[in-house]
Structures are given as structure tokens and as C-alpha cells.
């Protein structure tokens, strides 16, 4: 399973990302803001899971979520 962790702070996405490791998931890429967030997304269309932020700069984790609904 491929997850997607959205967050434009460093260290919410390490702490995400570790925690989701020690869940054992192995499989697990970033982005900063939701603008890197639907890059990674169309970079990888295999995303099983989007976490993401809400409040975020360039494109919030909403506006993520209704692009994503709408594609």
C-alpha cells in the first residue's frame, strides 16, 4: 500500500511518516503543500491513502480532496 503524506510542516510529516512506519508500512512519500501533493498524486497514480494537512500555503488539503474527487 502506497501512502501519500501532505503537510506543510517538516516535522508533522516525520512524525506521520514514523508512525506509519512502525504501523509497517513501508511504502510512503510527501509532499509540502498541497500543490507537491497532487504533483505526487499524477507522479504516482498508485497512491492507495492521501494524509494531508488542512490548512496549508499555495493549495490547502481541502482544495486537494475536491480536485482529487473531481478528477
Same mark, same amino acid.
Given at each position: 500500500m502506497k501512502l501519500l503524506v501532505v503537510d506543510d510542516s517538516s516535522t508533522m510529516r516525520r512524525i506521520i511518516k514514523n508512525t506509519l512506519a512502525r504501523l509497517g508500512y513501508k511504502d510512503i512519500i510527501e509532499g509540502a503543500d *498541497? %500543490? /507537491?501533493g497532487w504533483d505526487q498524486i499524477n507522479t504516482n497514480p498508485d497512491v492507495d491513502m492521501l494524509i494531508t494537512d488542512w490548512n496549508m500555503? @499555495?493549495?490547502? *488539503?481541502? /482544495? %486537494?480532496? @475536491?480536485?482529487l474527487k473531481s478528477d
Amino acid at each position: 500500500m502506497k501512502l501519500l503524506v501532505v503537510d506543510d510542516s517538516s516535522t508533522m510529516r516525520r512524525i506521520i511518516k514514523n508512525t506509519l512506519a512502525r504501523l509497517g508500512y513501508k511504502d510512503i512519500i510527501e509532499g509540502a503543500d *498541497g %500543490v /507537491e501533493g497532487w504533483d505526487q498524486i499524477n507522479t504516482n497514480p498508485d497512491v492507495d491513502m492521501l494524509i494531508t494537512d488542512w490548512n496549508m500555503p @499555495e493549495m490547502n *488539503g481541502y /482544495e %486537494v480532496c @475536491e480536485i482529487l474527487k473531481s478528477d
